[in-house]
């Protein structure tokens, strides 16, 4: 696969999240003489008020939250999937609120194919009495790079990092259908917000689009943009 071209992936993915209202940090696409750059603000550091010098605020991954090795990350390596993710949530202390991020965001990262969803790219601050959901981060959408070419990877062969339900485990992002997101949910109690988060969901695609659009530089590969655009405007005919 091309990477070439994953900082402008990144960033163009990184601003749809928040067209979609979801949570992600500040992002930049920066050169320093011949070397691109893809320069994200942390999250999870603060001035301190007053004060001269920056505080880190207490995070953790899923992985570490829930007691599971980095190198199980990806639930087809013995790590939390979806239904994990929900239940975890569950003790937030904005539950309903982080249960029902979580779900667009599985959503949306299906609609861009992004699949580097793991349970290191999901994390929770740690605050008194319990934590809560952190933006969003590190989402490349694979639409650029799907194909039968060279450097592509046939459609058919795309995994998610973590599975729908029906009878069995569906990783394989081609072959999930919306019965398996309603199977899924049900394992968790969340099958109530499945309609409504996804009729909101899919209502504000073309308005997403037309919102970044207007946001993208002049020299940014068109490939890039209209690959991930049409990607997206096309599994979301798959979801309605």
């Given at each position: 696969?091309?990477?070439?071209?994953?900082?402008?992936?990144?960033?163009?993915?990184?601003?749809?999240?928040?067209?979609?209202?979801?949570?992600?940090?500040?992002?930049q696409?920066?050169?320093?003489?011949?070397?691109?750059?893809?320069?994200?603000?942390?999250?999870d550091?603060?001035?301190?008020?007053?004060?001269?010098?920056?505080?880190?605020?207490?995070?953790?991954?899923?992985?570490q939250?829930?007691g599971?090795?980095?190198n199980?990350?990806?639930?087809?390596n013995?790590?939390?999937?979806?239904?994990?993710?929900?239940?975890f949530?569950?003790?937030?202390?904005?539950?309903?609120?982080?249960?029902?991020?979580?779900?667009?965001?599985?959503?949306?990262y299906?609609?861009?194919?992004?699949?580097?969803?793991?349970?290191?790219?999901?994390?929770v601050?740690i605050?008194?009495?319990?934590?809560?959901?952190?933006?969003?981060?590190?989402?490349?959408?694979?639409?650029?790079?799907?194909?039968?070419?060279?450097?592509?990877?046939?459609?058919?062969?795309?995994?998610?990092?973590?599975?729908?339900r029906?009878?069995?485990?569906?990783?394989?992002?081609?072959?999930?259908?919306?019965?398996?997101?309603?199977?899924?949910l049900?394992?968790?109690?969340?099958q109530?917000?499945?309609?409504a988060?996804?009729?909101?969901?899919?209502?504000?695609?073309?308005?997403?689009i037309s919102?970044?659009?207007?946001?993208?530089?002049?020299?940014?590969?068109?490939?890039?943009?209209?690959?991930?655009?049409?990607g997206?405007?096309?599994?979301?005919?798959?979801?309605?």
């Amino acid at each position: 696969v091309d990477l070439s071209t994953s900082i402008e992936n990144e960033w163009l993915c990184m601003q749809l999240v928040r067209a979609f209202g979801l949570r992600a940090p500040n992002c930049q696409m920066l050169r320093f003489q011949d070397q691109r750059a893809f320069v994200v603000e942390r999250f999870d550091r603060q001035l301190v008020k007053g004060a001269r010098w920056w505080e880190r605020l207490p995070q953790e991954d899923f992985c570490q939250a829930l007691g599971v090795s980095s190198n199980q990350k990806y639930e087809s390596n013995g790590g939390p999937g979806m239904v994990d993710g929900f239940r975890f949530l569950r003790a937030s202390l904005q539950a309903e609120q982080d249960g029902r991020d979580f779900l667009k965001a599985q959503i949306l990262y299906w609609m861009l194919a992004a699949p580097d969803g793991h349970a290191k790219n999901f994390s929770v601050f740690i605050k008194p009495g319990g934590f809560s959901l952190t933006p969003f981060y590190d989402v490349i959408s694979a639409h650029p790079f799907l194909g039968h070419g060279r450097n592509q990877v046939p459609t058919q062969q795309l995994t998610m990092a973590m599975s729908l339900r029906g009878k069995n485990k569906h990783y394989r992002w081609a072959e999930m259908q919306p019965r398996h997101w309603v199977s899924t949910l049900q394992s968790c109690g969340m099958q109530n917000e499945w309609q409504a988060v996804c009729h909101d969901m899919l209502a504000r695609v073309d308005s997403a689009i037309s919102s970044v659009e207007k946001k993208i530089p002049a020299d940014f590969p068109e490939a890039v943009r209209d690959l991930i655009f049409a990607g997206l405007q096309s599994a979301g005919k798959k979801l309605s």
